[in-house]
Structures are given as C-alpha cells and as structure tokens.
C-alpha cells in the first residue's frame, strides 16, 4: 500500500497530542496514545472478524505519521486474528529515509495465546526487514505451548474479571522493554477498556469517517459508563474529521 502525502497542517495539529511535545504527567510511565477510526455510528467494524475500511487515505497516512512518533503499537489478539496487520511504518520525513527502526515494535494483548506470529503479515515484513517482532502478552507463560523463538512472550496480571491490569502493563513494559511511548490502535475490547483509564491513557485520537456501519457493527463505547474529555479540538480533511483530546480525569496521585 502506498501512501497518499501528509496533509501538511496535520502535523501541527497533532502536535500536543504527541509523545515528544505533550507534558507528562507520569515520567515512570510510557506515554500512552490511544488512536483509532470509527464510523458516524460509533462502529470500528462492520461485524466482529471483518476488515472494514473507514478512513481517508489522507488519515491512514496521519496513522502511519503517529506511528513514527511511537516506541511501540499495541493491538488485541481479535484485530491480529482478523486483519492480519502489519503494524509497521511506513511515512518518514522528506530527510530521512525510511528505515526498520522508523517502525514502532509490536504488542499483542494475547491472553489465551490465540494469536500465533508464524506466517502472519507480521513476520513476513520481520523477515524482509520491514517491521520488528512482536512482544505477546499473556496471562500464564506456562499455557503457551507453541512459541515462535522470534517473538518474546510475557505474562501480566489480571484482575476478578479477566482483565489485565493496564497500569502495571505499561510500567513493566517501559521497565522491561525500554517503551518511552505506546500507540494502542484496537481493537474494541481494549479501547472499550482503556477509554476510562484516564491515569494510562495520555491522549485520544480519533478518526470520524463519513459513513453508518449499522446496527451489526462492532461498538466502540465505554462500559463503565459517561467519560468526559479535555483539551479537544478538531480537524477536518476531505471526507474525515480528526478529534484530538485528553480523558479528563480527578487529581492524579502523581500530580
């Protein structure tokens, strides 16, 4: 796939949204970008398992600029199942070319280990050098019977409901892997999840494209219920609308 050129207001805008201008709130933490497409609708999908287009190809190329300005990407197993995707980069500046290092390591939150990296998109970009390996997180390392010598596995914890603990995560993943910034592009389980957890995430970026998936169509929504955001503001291109905002949040235990 081939990108279409960056918009060149796009970068400005994005600015305080991103890693290496944004304040930090939480040094010891990565900063945490949570990014992804839905429709008019609120669906990211037509239908759980089915790729669904829904971006401009103005802000598919914006994806591939925010992934050049990450450490790491983070998907859920389901959008690894299927897509199939890549999660490489492939925008750099006119100056520098681009090269395996522009592209943001991958994590899978994989927890029963359905994911396997063996003859995905991943690895083949891996092989020709195009993309880096992925780390998978699982909950028990011991339930992995089958893992790829190329791919590095951890386990994280998980509370009553299953759920892994998002903040100890990304401390251990800043810890272990050297993770200064994670881009989390999906998929529903994880940004239903983390649209509450204003103490992981430091910034929304959400693409708006011009189109209904209907009733079918894979909700994006926090359970927990009402979340208020700060600092929004908007950008409109073609056919989408670009929303850039914080999670509002009471005073943080760091701050």
């Known amino acids: 796939m081939s990108l279409v ?6 970068p400005s805008f994005l600015d305080q949204y991103l890693p290496t201008t944004a304040v930090r709130n939480a040094p010891q933490k990565p900063f945490v ?4 497409a839905q429709s008019l609708d609120s669906r990211i999908s037509k239908g759980k398992g089915l790729r669904t287009t829904i971006s401009h190809p103005e802000t598919k190329t914006m994806t591939h600029y925010l992934r050049y300005q990450h450490d790491a990407i983070m998907i859920g197993c389901g959008t690894a199942l299927a897509d199939d995707p890549g999660l490489n980069c492939k925008w750099a500046p006119a100056d520098n070319p681009l090269r395996t290092s522009s592209s943001p390591r991958p994590v899978i939150i994989d927890p029963q280990g359905k994911w396997d990296f063996e003859g995905s998109k991943m690895q083949q970009l891996f092989r020709e050098g195009a993309g ?11 339930s992995i019977l089958r893992r790829h010598p190329d791919a590095t596995y951890v386990s994280a914890s998980a509370n009553s409901a299953g759920q892994f603990d998002w903040l100890r995560l990304m401390l251990h993943l800043k810890s272990e892997f050297g993770f200064e910034s994670i881009m989390i592009e999906g998929g529903a389980l994880v940004i239903n999840q983390l649209l509450s957890r204003p103490d992981v995430v ?3 970026i959400v693409t708006v494209g011009a189109k209904y998936l209907g009733l079918e169509g894979v909700e994006v929504s926090p359970p927990s219920g009402e979340v208020n955001l700060c600092n929004v503001k908007w950008w409109r291109g073609t056919v989408d609308a670009v929303m850039g905002a914080e999670l509002e949040s009471p005073q943080l235990p760091w701050q």
């Not at 050129?5 to 796009?10: C, E, I, N, V």
């Not at 390996?133 to 011991?142: A, K, N």
């Open 202 to 204: 430091d910034s929304l």
């Open 132 to 142: 880096k390996p992925p780390v998978i997180v699982v909950r028990d390392l011991s």
């Open 33 to 36: 970008t949570l990014t992804y």
């Open 5 to 10: 050129p960056l918009k060149d207001d796009l």
